[in-house]
T-cell receptor, first 114, second 116 residues
Framework: NAGVTQTPKFQVLKTGQSMTLQCAQD?????MSWYRQDPGMGLRLIHY???????DQGEVPNGYNVSRSTTEDFPLRLLSAAPSQTSVYFC?????????????FGEGSRLTVL | AQSVTQPDIHITVSEGASLELRCNYS??????LFWYVQSPGQGLQLLLK??????LVQGIKGFEAEFKRSQSSFNLRKPSVHWSDAAEYFC??????????????FGKGTHLIIQP
C-alpha cells in the first residue's frame, strides 16, 4: 500500500545504545520530516529534508542524526540513547506541492530508553 | 518564531452536542493552517487546511474551521459530535515558501471526551 512506512513500531533501548528508526515513502515526495510526540507537548520537529542529499535541523535536533540518500528513505539515528529520548516518533512526507499540500504521517514508532 | 496555542487541554461534550475547539497562532504574514486528529494509538489524520480564499473551510467527518485574521484564530467546529469523535486534536501552522512542507509548528493538543 502507498504511504509512509515506519519501522520498528516499538523499541526498548538501554541508555547509551544506538539505533536507527527507518522511514520509507513510495509516493515520490520531495519533503520528509521527523517529529517527536511527548505527553502535553504536541509534536515537535526534529529534522527535515527538502530532497535527496538535503537535510536541516528542526526545533529539537540534539541527539539525532538524519541523512537522505534517496527520495524514498529518511532514517533517524540515535547515536547514544538517553531516557529523555523516550517518545513516540512520527515520520511524515508532504503530499502535494509546497506551500499548498499537507503532511502525511506514518503510524509512529514508540521508543523507550531505560 | 511562530507559535500555536490551544487553550483547552481537555474538553467534554455530550454526544449530539455542538463542538468548538480553539486555536490561536502567532505569525506575522498569512499563515498556512491545519487541523489534525489523532485517535488513541494511531497516527495523525488531516481534518482540514486553510491557505487562502474563503475563510470558512470544510473538512472531513463533518468538521469545519473559520480563519479570523483579526483574532489570529482558526477554531474548529462540528454541529453534532459522535462518540467516534473522541480523540486528540492538534492545530498546526506553517509559514514561508514551504508552507509547512519544511516543518509545521503544532499546538499541544486538545483531548476531546464524548459523554453518552
Amino acid at each position: 500500500n502507498a504511504g509512509v512506512t515506519q519501522t520498528p513500531k516499538f523499541q526498548v533501548l538501554k541508555t547509551g545504545q544506538s539505533m536507527t528508526l527507518q522511514c520509507a515513502q513510495d509516493m515520490n515526495h520531495e519533503y520528509m520530516s521527523w517529529y517527536r510526540q511527548d505527553p502535553g507537548m504536541g509534536l515537535r520537529l526534529i529534522h527535515y529534508s527538502v530532497g535527496a542529499g538535503i537535510t536541516d535541523q528542526g526545533e529539537v535536533p540534539n541527539g539525532y542524526n538524519v541523512s537522505r540518500s534517496t527520495t524514498e528513505d529518511f532514517p533517524l539515528r540515535l547515536l547514544s540513547a538517553a531516557p529523555s529520548q523516550t517518545s513516540v516518533y512520527f515520520c511524515a512526507s508532504w503530499l502535494g506541492r509546497a506551500p499548498t499540500g499537507e503532511l502525511f504521517f506514518g503510524e509512529g514508532s514508540r521508543l523507550t530508553v531505560l | 518564531a511562530q507559535s500555536v496555542t490551544q487553550p483547552d487541554i481537555h474538553i467534554t461534550v455530550s454526544e449530539g452536542a455542538s463542538l468548538e475547539l480553539r486555536c490561536n497562532y502567532s505569525y506575522g504574514a498569512t499563515p498556512y493552517l491545519f487541523w489534525y486528529v489523532q485517535s488513541p494509538g494511531q497516527g495523525l489524520q488531516l481534518l482540514l487546511k486553510y491557505f487562502s480564499g474563503d475563510t470558512l473551510v470544510q473538512g472531513i467527518k463533518g468538521f469545519e474551521a473559520e480563519f479570523k485574521r483579526s483574532q489570529s484564530s482558526f477554531n474548529l467546529r462540528k454541529p453534532s459530535v459522535h462518540w467516534s469523535d473522541a480523540a486528540e486534536y492538534f492545530c498546526a501552522v506553517g509559514e514561508g515558501s514551504g508552507g509547512g512542507a519544511d516543518g509545521l509548528t503544532f499546538g499541544k493538543g486538545t483531548h476531546l471526551i464524548i459523554q453518552p
